[in-house]
Nanobody, 124 residues
Framework: QVHVVESGGGLVQAGGSLRLSCAAS????????LGWFRQAPGKEREFVGTIGSSEGRAYYTDSVKGRFTISRDNAKNTVNLQMNSLKPEDTGVYYC?????????????????WGQGTQVTVSS
């Protein structure tokens, strides 16, 4: 079992930045692909970005490309989501998820472990 915990959410004005962190337990953290998802009120959970098991290339949904950056530190069992130039439409609960393979995916049902989520609110 892998325990996933997000942190770093909060309230920020449009144009500002936030950094979300995700800590995951387990000795095999480096073999997990990790993803970030978000859910706005009244909407379905949507893919934000994902990174494979190595500390390499990340993939993003179009709406956040150039503004969000995912990085991971396998030595610390953490993955971060740096969010810049935030917009009100970025508001939502952000979830970190892990899947038991090295391959990143964009579908939420591809992930095996989920955190409880952290609220991000961007005011206009």
């Amino acid at each position: 079992q892998v325990h996933v915990v997000e942190s770093g959410g909060g309230l920020v004005q449009a144009g500002g930045s936030l950094r979300l962190s995700c800590a995951a337990s387990g000795r095999t953290f480096s073999s997990y692909a990790l993803g970030w998802f978000r859910q706005a009120p009244g909407k379905e959970r949507e893919f934000v970005g994902t990174i494979g098991s190595s500390e390499g290339r990340a993939y993003y949904t179009d709406s956040v490309k150039g503004r969000f950056t995912i990085s991971r530190d396998n030595a610390k069992n953490t993955v971060n989501l740096q969010m810049n130039s935030l917009k009100p439409e970025d508001t939502g609960v952000y979830y970190c998820a892990a899947r038991r393979t090295i391959y990143p995916r964009t579908r939420a049902d591809s992930y095996d472990y989920w955190g409880q989520g952290t609220q991000v609110t961007v005011s206009s």
